[in-house]
Nanobody
């Protein structure tokens, strides 16, 4: 069973940048897609971005407005999420997850294996 360890969260000031990491071990399939999701207090979890391990195709939610960049280092089994120009509304717990068909996208129902999340707090 795949396991994820997210890191890189913390307290940052609005306007700064942050890069989150998701290290995977024990993939269930050869070329899954890895997605980043976030959940703010009192809100539903939302899909932010995903990347297909097979070909690097990426997906972004409209809400990212070009401020988020997803990337992967397959040799390190690591997926990154860079968040630029942080805003207060970016504060949330960020999760990575595996979509084992490898299609990508942001439909949460397709993702079955999840990490524990990393907290991002934004100060103004």
């Amino acid at each position: 069973e795949v396991q994820f360890v997210e890191s890189g969260g913390g307290l940052v000031q609005a306007g700064e940048s942050l890069t989150l990491s998701c290290v995977a071990s024990g993939f269930t399939v050869v070329d899954p897609a890895i997605g980043w999701f976030r959940q703010a207090p009192g809100k539903e979890r939302e899909g932010i971005s995903s990347i297909r391990r097979s070909d690097g195709v990426t997906y972004y939610a409209d809400s990212t407005e070009g401020r988020f960049i997803i990337s992967a280092d397959n040799a390190k089994n690591t997926v990154y999420l860079q968040i630029n120009i942080l805003r207060s509304e970016d504060a949330a717990v960020y999760y990575c997850a595996e979509e084992d068909l490898g299609h990508g996208g942001l439909s949460e129902q397709k993702y079955f294996y999840w990490g524990q999340g990393t907290q991002v707090t934004v100060s103004s």
